[in-house]
T-cell receptor, first 111, second 113 residues
Framework: SQQGEEDPQALSIQEGENATMNCSYKTSINNLQWYRQNSGRGLVHLILIRSNEREKHSGRLRVTLDTSKKSSSLLITASRAADTASYFCATDASGTYKYIFGTGTRLKVLA | DAGVIQSPRHEVTEMGQEVTLRCKPISGHNSLFWYRQTMMRGLELLIYFNNNVPIDDSGMPEDRFSAKMPNASFSTLKIQPSEPRDSAVYFC???????????FGPGTRLLVL
């Protein structure tokens, strides 16, 4: 399986600090996506990064992709209590529809 | 746009009963996905439709599960008969094309007693 695995499994930080989550995967991909899930809610898309891209930004979010290491990182700067959620990476199987979701990182931002 | 709509949001039923979950994808999206999320197994893809046609149902756990998409704006996931191990949150997602961003519904939390 090419399941993405997030690291760490859980992360607790103070409001205002930066949060970094990592995702590793096993086989070649075309796209990698990051999603957020608040407790009891559906997944919300954050960023899609393609295999020919190395970095993307969206507001306080920064995603990097290193295809040689088969890894990606999600950085949330100046975190807020509202960022408390689980974060998942999802990888495709070289251009197919089949995104495999990782097990997620549970982020807790303390006010 | 209202986003992906799922109903019901919560369902409690007894073992052996039939359960039908419903999904309305975002208008204009041609791809629809059903997922199941549990603590033990995480988020699993059950079935994928493209242009209302089931393309991949390899994730459907067993014959008790069936899914249909009679038109571009409606899909159902049916479990008959339901079992306690089917208890999970079931998500529907849609996308413009299968490989692009998926937009998730709020999920149906199913509890089978």
């Amino acid at each position: 399986s090419q399941q993405g695995e997030e690291d760490p499994q859980a992360l607790s930080i103070q409001e205002g600090e930066n949060a970094t989550m990592n995702c590793s995967y096993k086989t070649s991909i075309n796209n990698l996506q990051w999603y957020r899930q608040n407790s009891g809610r559906g997944l919300v898309h954050l960023i899609l990064i393609r295999s020919n891209e190395r970095e993307k930004h969206s507001g306080r979010l920064r995603v990097t992709l290193d295809t040689s290491k088969k890894s990606s990182s999600l950085l949330i700067t100046a975190s807020r209590a509202a960022d408390t959620a689980s974060y998942f990476c999802a990888t495709d199987a070289s251009g197919t529809y089949k995104y495999i979701f990782g097990t997620g990182t549970r982020l807790k931002v303390l006010a | 746009d209202a986003g992906v709509i799922q109903s019901p949001r919560h369902e409690v039923t007894e073992m052996g009963q039939e359960v039908t979950l419903r999904c309305k994808p975002i208008s204009g999206h041609n791809s629809l996905f059903w997922y199941r999320q549990t603590m033990m197994r995480g988020l699993e893809l059950l079935i994928y439709f493209n242009n209302n046609v089931p393309i991949d149902d390899s994730g459907m756990p067993e014959d008790r599960f069936s899914a249909k998409m009679p038109n571009a704006s409606f899909s159902t996931l049916k479990i008959q008969p339901s079992e306690p191990r089917d208890s999970a949150v079931y998500f529907c997602a849609s996308s413009l094309s299968g490989i692009e961003t998926q937009y998730f519904g709020p999920g149906t939390r199913l509890l089978v007693l």
